[in-house]
């Protein structure tokens, strides 16, 4: 339909009927205008897979099997492939299987910035580092939305805690909200397409994420032109005058009282009374007007989705190999030299609750039904094989009933009493850190007499999880000293720690001579695991997040604990301002424990040579990478580039990634890289002339393996 067409069309929708289109008829679903052949509009969360049904007033789930799914790898997972044809097939996976189900929207990807290892959610985010977030989330959205299914890409903006996310006040420059906060929803935007986008709780500057005139009408409509539907988180909405008045479409919340939604009858009697105008309530009946006939939801001409194939289940099995990044291989332990096909006796002892744990339950609104998850230990017997002996012990005791979220719906009120404002949840205690000593003295007994051993440990979604955020970085229940004692008996020992978020090695970190990290890589998340381990699969992931030495180590806490004036409450200060992640590490000559885009394979591929070219006057230049696989295996490198200016009139990181590309080559085999880089990929947001300026002068091109590790450098003068 043309845009007069839709137009035509809202004209002829009353004002009670424009009402149900705009607020949640169900938890998860807005009222239709059968008469017109206006279908109401149907949500799914996100982004793990698309999430199970629940009853459509009550937060039970429907108990049926047709909303099993596929269980994706978490959006951190995705991005530490850095592999952008992974993350679109996995938007495709999610697209196929949720028009399949009969949704319009499913609630994914999330894009909040890793700003603090302690937030509940880095998990279903995609790092510290807004260009690799914005380039992994452009694939992943078109991938969605091949399906007829739009993405919506959250929290907009600055969700970047959960204890009191529902009330918290962001504080945060414009320049650290332009550099690093924004532009991973941008690119969703205006590259990616996204036709949704989801209002934060929070607020920022003082006012709530859906209620924001800057947020969602200057910056969201007016600069980025976005035209697709603005749906709040649920619950997000405070007021019915304040939000009906900004481009804020679809009021969406937790209670079943539906018709009293700030969008519902009070959006009726504003509008009545003028409060809000019918201009401005038409303006929300158009955006979800053109989305729906973007899905083809009004013409009949629908892309039907469906179950996934056979192929999908290989995707996936790729993207979970592909996530899993080893931090350290001294003496070349991986991977695991086992011979599967002669039967040698061997054993190999698997330790560690995470090995045996199932994880697509967890985690809060990003819970899955999975159609299976193959954990690490069923993944490492089926790589040992038969002829080998696998054992398990659990090493200690996971105590998982802190979880607030009722997996699977168990809980009394469920996500209702999670997003209860006057009900925050209480803050994490502290981890619990007694080791379960008769588990603990039976894995190690057994651990001196296999032939290898593994230990999976790490985080759970007790930990990684929304609604709440950490105390600490820690590894919960007493896993520092287990490992620390593992480690004396068997030096050899593989130490893979499955998290969504960095963790704090304890005494034993340099102790260890083989480290692998993994996060929640969906349901063949324990067979890519145990291919990396034991060299089916190459390692290849990468680092999307820096691992700090310790907590006082981060940016977030460093500065907090320097401040001078007294904290508001209610409030967080940005104090760190742009120096996120490795942009303070690097500038600020902070060590941390493992650098940002850091990962490890099991062959050698080396950067041989770097040249920078810029046509004379030109606004752009040329870097080329030539790079050769000098180790024997088949293998993959990702190639990263950070700009920095050393002589500069502002503050600027010492490294800012600026492009990256992840190749495959043989052994023995080169390649060149071309990137183009232009101009304003070297600016920097002024705040006097409020927007992005490029300064003139040199600027240090720096081709690495990591923001550490850097092999070739040169220069390009703008
Ligand atoms: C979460 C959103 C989610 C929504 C619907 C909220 O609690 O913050 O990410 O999409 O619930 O389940």
Known sequence: MTRQQLKELCDKITLEEKIGMVHGDEFFATKGVERLGIPPFRFSDGPMGVRLDYREDEWIPIGMTYDESSYLPCNTA???????????????????????????????????????????????????????????????????????????????????????????????????????????????????????????????????????????????????????????????????????????????????????????????????????????????????????????????????????????????????????????????????????????????????????????????????????????????????????????????????????????????????????????????????????????????????????????????????????????????????????????????????????TPVELGAWADEAATIVHVSYSGMEGGHGLANVLFGLAEASGRLTFTFPVKLSDTPAERFASERESEPIKGQTDYLEDIFVGYRYYETFGVKPRFPFGHGLSYTDITLDAMDVKQDQGSDQCRVRVMLTNRGSRRGAQVVQIYAGKEQSTVKRPAKELKAFEKVWLAPGESCTLTFLLTREQFAYYNETEKKMVTEPGEYQIMAGISVENIMLTGSVTF
Not at 209 to 217: E, F, K, N, S, T
Not at 327 to 339: E, F, H, V, Y
Not at 427 to 450: F, G, I, S, V
């Open 78 to 500: 995705i991005a530490a492939t850095w592999n952008r044809e992974l993350a679109s097939e996995c938007g495709r996976i999610l697209g196929k299987e949720a028009r399949g189900r009969g949704k319009d929207m499913i609630l994914a990807p999330g894009v909040n910035l890793l700003r603090s290892p302690l937030c509940g959610r880095n998990f279903e985010y995609m790092g510290e580092d807004p260009c690799l977030a914005a380039e992994m989330v452009v694939p992943l959205i078109q991938g969605v939305q091949e399906y007829d299914v739009s993405a919506c890409v959250k929290h907009y903006a600055l969700n970047n805690q959960e204890n009191e996310r529902m009330s918290v006040n962001a504080q945060v420059s414009e320049r650290a909200l332009r550099e690093l906060y924004l532009p991973a929803f941008e690119a969703a935007v205006t590259r990616g397409g996204s036709l949704g986008i989801m209002g934060a709780y929070n607020r920022f500057r003082g006012t709530h994420c859906c209620h924001h005139g800057y947020l969602l009408d200057e910056i969201l409509r007016k600069e980025w032109g976005f035209e697709g539907i603005c749906v709040s988180d649920w619950g997000g909405i405070h007021d019915t005058v304040e939000a009906g008045n900004v481009s804020m479409d679809i009021d969406m919340s937790v209670t079943d009282d539906f018709d009293d939604y700030f969008f519902g009858k009070p959006l009726q009697e504003a509008v009545e009374n003028g409060d809000v105008s019918m201009e401005k309530l038409d303006e929300k009946v158009m955006h979800i007007l053109y989305v729906m006939n973007e899905l083809h939801m009004l013409d009949g001409k629908r892309n039907p989705g469906g179950y996934n194939d056979y192929r999908d289940k290989e995707k996936l099995l790729k993207a979970a190999e592909e996530a899993v990044t080893v931090l350290r291989n001294d003496k070349g332990i991986l991977p695991l030299a086992i011979d599967r096909e002669r039967n040698e006796g061997k054993t190999v002892l698997v330790i560690g609750d995470n090995a045996n744990r199932k994880h697509s339950v967890g985690g809060g609104s990003s819970e899955i039904k999975g159609l299976y998850e193959m954990t690490p230990l069923l993944g490492i017997t089926m790589a040992a094989g038969g002829n080998v002996k696998v054992l398990y012990e659990r090493g200690y005791e996971a105590d998982t009933n802190g979880n607030i979220w009722a997996p699977s719906g168990n809980g009394e009120n469920g996500q209702a009493d999670s997003l209860n404002s006057d009900q925050e949840q209480p803050a994490q205690e502290h981890k619990p850190d007694e080791l379960n000593m008769e588990m603990a003295e039976r894995a190690l007994k057994a651990a001196e007499t296999a032939d290898y051993v593994i230990f999976v440990g790490g985080l759970n979604h007790d930990y990684d999880t929304e609604g709440r955020d950490m105390l600490d970085m820690r590894l919960p229940y007493g896993q520092d000293e287990l490992i620390g004692r593992l480690l004396k008996i068997r030096p050899d020992a593989v130490i893979v720690l499955q998290c969504g």
